[in-house]
């Protein structure tokens, strides 16, 4: 409830303190003495726009500051969800400096004005004449039949899941997609695999290999005459190096048998000797080796030009990286072939949560049209107590074709004020003041079920006088007994019946005008009560039924 609001800076107001108490607080006051400016200040902790305009000296900043006992409103989530601290009496507050820029604070701590917003409206709960248009609105209908229905729990339970459900079906519209995408490469995707496959690559070195094979067998002819004369060369004729290293070696031999210096000579070339013979042995057997095939040549071209087109085609440098292109081809149609399984388990599980949702929003269903049945009744018994004593109510369901975030009900009301007269959708037809009251009757309805906010009633009872203002009076009355009320009414009858009675009124200050608010005493109380019966210096006729009205 609002137990406190302050107000300091604000339109023709330089400072003001309200204490509201819990029941039904009555402000009146004459046509522009500023009633509208203390909604319009209160509107500034609900989050609604400000401007530089609203400042009563130009010079300072405007504060608007509420006080607020939150116990009985659950609102723990909501500050855990806004790191924000609890506290059972909780202080909204707005400021606005010189220059026309906003600021908000709820317990002292910045926050943004969407987050004052979403807790001011959690809080306060305003109802304008010129604002009813919220009859029509199929979300708050559906929602008063949901607060009849007293089913907040499980209307939670069910959005939870249709949410989850919501999140599955995405995530399978998007796995379908993909898959089908996926599909339509897949066998592209097998081909170039099968293609490298068949290449049968195994060592990245293999290109090499087969190039310098290549390189010896287009020269076999020339390599292996060079091997034959480099053989003739260590042996094969009178001047031949071997032979020449025996003449050397038999004079060292002879030499080293009367001179010792020669004999390390003598071994290291004994050494060249058996070196040289090695060397001359090899080469005999790589010449004798070396053959000139045709057939190996092409096998050898054939296989290089695959390896050199399947480099080119997958943009490969080399054939380690082509092995890699193999490897990713592979990872690519195993993630296919898995995406196909999700795909399949992701289907089952969304049929499964589909048939889970339409079963919670039927049980929702049938609880709400219990609930509706139950508001045509009780809202048909109230409307005859506020002067309208042929007036009917209905609330017709229509069920969609697929379950949706609500379940599967869209509700409208629809209304009569008079005997004879169609029912028709309550938002096209009825009057303001006829909207006003049945406003009334709803919030009287949904009020035993729920911890409504605060309500503020402004001049919804335009329209209507005597003995049906006193019933709409009667009607807050007994809505304030669970839920703190308060109303801004020119209707004496209604007056009477609050639990404390504020009057707006303006006075001047040397050259400013101001707006005052005051809690009269119950004097103060029977003389504006009997000015609104008829008029400044009421006559003692009025003042008697004054007195009237405020001991009932």
Known sequence: MLQSLHIWNYALIPELHIDFPEQLSIITGETGAGKSILLGALGLILGKRSEREVLFDPGKKCIVEGRFDIRRYGLQSFFEAADLDYEELSILRREINKN??????????????????????????????????????????????????????????????????????????????????????????????????EAGIGDPGEKEALESELQSLTHAESVKSELYRAVEGLSGSDSAIERMLDEVLAALRQAARYHAPVRPLLERLESVHIETADIRRELEALESGVVYDEMRIREIEERLNLLNRLEMKHQAGNLRALIAVRDDLEKKIRAIEQSEYDLSTLKKESEALGKQVREKALRLSKARQRAARLFQAEATKLLPELGMPNGRIEARREELEEAGPNGLDRFTFYFSANKGHELRELGKIASGGERSRVMLVIKSLVAANTALPTLIFDEIDSGISGETARKVGLLMKKLSEKHQVLTITHLPQIAGLGDRHFLVYKETSGKRTLTRIKALTEDERMQEIAQMLSGKNPSEAALENARELLAH
């Open 100 to 197: 026309g820029k906003s600021r908000a604070f709820i317990n002292d701590t910045p926050v943004k004005l969407g987050t004052l917003k979403a807790l001011g409206q959690r809080l306060i709960d305003l109802h304008q004449q010129q604002e009813q248009h919220e009859l029509a609105d199929s979300d708050f209908q559906l929602a008063v039949i949901d607060s009849l229905a007293a089913h907040q729990e499980e209307l939670e339970a069910y959005r939870d899941l249709y949410a989850h459900y919501r999140t599955h079906c995405r995530k399978l519209e998007a796995l379908e997609k993909a898959d089908a995408e996926a599909g339509r490469n897949l066998d592209y995707l097998n081909f170039q695999l099968r293609e490298i496959e």
